[in-house]
Structure formats: structure tokens, C-alpha cells
């Protein structure tokens, strides 16, 4: 179908964390130390690190559609922070619960994250990735997020 029925376009965005204490690859490593804060003491989360995004999708999923996380400074347009065309196929990618999804990316080097910074946001986007990419305007409202770009 051209459209997403209303009813199953409600989103929550849950949160956004340092997700490398959270890895199975990782769990018996010593935890990492905590993300240094910026000059106005909120949290940076290291762009070089999995960053673990948590959000709840009320609806169904068809097979040409895909979420796309979108990382972008207040006061700038929005951009998809990873390739939603291969989320589905991301091993980290995961449905936790019922109608709750998370993701880890590593934000180094994504569209739109260029300075260390605590104005930066972040949602979650249905979009159509078969036949082609195409944004659907179905989205979380933005939830504030703080990156350190080293």
C-alpha cells in the first residue's frame, strides 16, 4: 500500500544509552567509565562506542518498510543516522518485547554528527526501503541526546 494506516503510526521513543556495558561481546570486560560531561554537566555519549536506541512501535511492519534512527544539532535537518535499507538484517538490531525495538549504532562518521555537543536530538522514522528509499513523514517526536565526536 502508498500509506501507513494512522492508527499504526504511534511511536515512543524510549532512550538513548552507551550500550557497550549492555553487549554479550563485552560482558565480561570491566564496564567502561562513564561518558564525560560537557561544560553544562550533561552527559556525552562517545561517538566511537555503540550507542544503544530504544523506541516502542505500536503496529506491524510490512517487508518494504524499515526504521531509521535520525541524529541531527537543534536547529538543523533532520538525517537518518545508518542505511535503514539494512536494519532488519543488523545484528543488532532487536525486538525486545512486544512493540519495543532498540538498535546500537556507532555514530562516528554518520550524516549530521560532526561536533562534540549536548544540542544534538534524536527519533525514530518509518520509511519505505523496497522498491526504493522513500521517507513516509511517520516519526517520534525528538528526544535531546549529547555526543562527544573526538
Partial sequence: SDSIPVNCARFTVLTSSGASACSKARASQAAPPPPPPDPNGKI??????????????????????????????????????????????????????????????????????????????WSVGVVRIEPEYDWLGVESAPRPIGLLVP
Avoid: C, M
Wanted: proline content about 4%; charged content about 25%; hydrophobic content about 40%.
Fill in 44 to 121: 556525552l555519549l562517545d561517538t566511537t562506542q555503540p550507542i544503544r536506541f530504544k523506541w516502542r512501535w505500536e503496529g506491524q511492519l510490512a517487508d518494504d518498510l524499515s526504521f531509521e534512527v535520525r541524529v541531527w544539532r537543534q536547529g538543523d535537518t533532520p538525517v537518518g543516522a545508518h542505511d535503514a535499507r539494512l536494519l532488519k538484517t543488523n545484528p543488532d538490531f532487536r525486538r525486545l518485547a512486544d512493540s519495543v525495538y532498540a538498535v546500537d549504532l556507532v555514530l562516528a562518521g554518520a550524516q549530521g554528527v560532526f561536533l562534540s555537543g549536548s544540542d544534538y536530538v
